[in-house]
């Protein structure tokens, strides 16, 4: 309503919001952007700069000192922090603070547990009080708000780590930026925030490709490449450009550096290789790891090697051994070590192996021990609470449901994936399989299969983990016989037949279909 007046124009609702996000709705600001002549593409106006800066003159030194330091700590401040970086004595730092409150520049955060908070009562005025920093200034500054959060939350600094890191790459402390990047992704992981993680990492390696070639900086980035495999691939996939190209240049740097490889690139390559059907070198690169671990005595890198080594069993419908390393990665499991797994390998494995021991115990003729594991694994799913392993748990077994012939498993463990997010490829394409087969059993069946066959279309051009193209087709498969389609059901058993590699699991299915449809196999 005030803009309107002011400038005798009803403001698009669009518009209406950019001010509003410009001026908070502080009605000086609005009227001076407007007679300044605002529009939604120009942001802060040099007439509202202007009448901040007359606001800020008004301060005495020590309070417009103060005033910088605490636009560098950001738009909220808690006093511990901007008085550790500042460095002056606490009658001082009382009495700046006192008249920026008094003259309405920050404001005193509300609640029993901001004691000691403040914020800028206009994010512009912040802006206007940075700018007026100098270069050099700011960069002081940065550095001393980083050491003041470290020293303030020396006890757990994992919640600041991103503004620390932030702020030592602001100062222009590379090194340590780097460092924090790391450490900051790390909790981020915890969180189960990947793609901060992601972002995290990727931000320290571009602070390394500045710096001049040494030994060091090498090591600093195979440090933050072998970081990256994790969160990457709970992002992205096993066989992904991005991924294929950070375990490449990590394998490269290691050999440069004359270094051994560190463990969880050895599970990247395992898995990479078997993502692309390359089971000789997966089954290599899983007994390096098995032999570190055996060397290390290392409960952790023991459980990871032997859910590699199950993996690429399964994948050959070696079920016998597939069974012995999951069970072997269940017993050697420790709790102790799930943060380790979370961050350095990007799952639980208990999770995982539990639940395709469950398919595993299937193939060998188990069905009730079958549906043990995939209990098994799913009420530790819920004890961890870690979306990505979860994700698995459900699909497979919701295959295993499938494999059953059991339409309740198959729509109770489908439904719990929806619940699950969809950002990462790997579960939009599994959660476009499934929901297709469901709409097929529910009468649907041109938009189910047509859904089913995107969800292959995406998997056959990005391969994303072991096996998915084969378990996908399989999915097809059933939703074609399900819905009497005996050409297409036919169809789908000649892919598997004629796939290969990780689709023997399902062999003996598709010979049952082109047996029963009268074709020979």
């Known amino acids: ?69 605490a636009a560098t700590v950001g738009r909220e401040f808690g006093t ?40 800028f009562s206009h994010d512009k005025i912040r802006q206007v009080a940075y700018r007026g920093l100098s270069p050099a200034r700011r960069r002081l500054l940065h550095g001393r708000v980083a050491s003041a ?38 909790a981020a992981q915890l969180l189960y925030a990947t793609t901060d993680a992601v972002r995290l990492l990727e931000r320290g390696l571009e602070l390394l490709d500045s710096q001049p070639e040494s030994a060091e900086r090498d090591a600093a980035e195979l440090e933050m490449r072998t970081a990256l495999l994790a969160p990457l691939v709970s992002v992205d996939a096993y066989e992904s450009p991005g991924v294929s190209a950070v375990r490449q240049r990590a394998v490269q740097l290691a050999r440069t550096l004359g270094v051994e490889v ?38 952790v890198l023991a459980v990871e090697a032997a859910y590699v080594l199950g993996i690429a069993s399964f994948w050959q ?3 016998s ?54 209990s098994a694994a799913l009420l530790w799913a819920d004890e961890v609470e870690h979306p990505f392993s979860r994700h698995a748990a459900l699909t497979f077994g919701a295959v295993l449901g499938m494999d059953m012939g059991d339409e309740h498993a198959v729509r109770e463990y489908a439904a719990a994936m929806g619940s699950v997010s969809e950002q990462q490829p790997l579960a939009q394409m599994n959660v476009q399989a499934f929901r297709g087969y469901l709409a097929v059993l529910d009468g649907d069946a041109a938009t189910g299969i047509a859904a089913i066959r995107g969800a292959i279309r995406g998997a056959r051009d990005a391969p994303a983990v072991p096996g998915h193209l084969a378990m996908l087709t399989r999915i097809l498969l059933g ?24 689709a023997c699991v399902w062999e003996p299915e598709a010979r049952r279909v082109l047996a029963e449809l009268g074709r020979s196999g």
């Open 1 to 69: 309503m005030l803009a309107s007046r002011v400038s005798g124009v009803q403001l698009a609702e669009r518009d209406a919001e950019r001010l509003y996000a410009e001026t908070e709705g502080n009605p000086l600001f609005v009227v001076e952007a407007l007679r300044a002549g605002w529009t939604a593409d120009r942001p802060l106006t040099p007439r509202v700069q202007s009448v901040i800066d007359a606001r800020l003159s008004q301060l005495n030194a020590k309070a417009r000192e103060l005033i910088g330091v």
């Open 317 to 319: 419908a070696d079920f």
């Open 149 to 186: 959060l470290e020293r303030t939350h020396a006890a757990d600094p994992g919640p600041v780590s991103v503004q620390i890191a932030a702020h030592l790459d602001r100062a222009g402390a590379t090194e340590q930026a780097v460092g924090w990047y790391r450490r900051a992704a790390e």
């Open 262 to 299: 560190a463990p969880q690139l050895l599970r990247a390559l395992a898995l990479g290789a078997l993502t692309r059907a390359d089971v000789a070198a997966a089954t290599g690169f899983g007994s390096r790891l098995h032999a570190v671990a055996q060397r290390r005595h290392d409960d």
């Open 80 to 119: 511990d922090v901007l008085g550790t970086a500042w460095g002056a004595s606490e009658d001082e730092l009382v009495e700046s603070l006192d008249e920026l409150w008094r003259r309405g520049l920050i404001r005193e955060r509300g609640g029993a547990l901001s004691d000691g908070m403040y914020d």
């Open 321 to 374: 051994t597939a069974r012995d390393y999951f069970e072997l990665a269940v017993a050697r499991y420790r709790p102790e070590g799930r943060l380790e797994h979370l961050v350095r390998y990007g799952q639980d494995p208990k999770v995982v192996c539990l639940s395709r021991l469950g398919n595993t115990l299937w193939f060998l003729g188990r069905p009730d021990d079958a549906r043990e594991a995939r």
């Open 479 to 502: 939703a074609c016989e399900a819905a009497g389609d005996a050409p297409a059901a036919l169809e789908a058993a000649g892919r598997l037949l004629d796939m290969g590699g990780a």
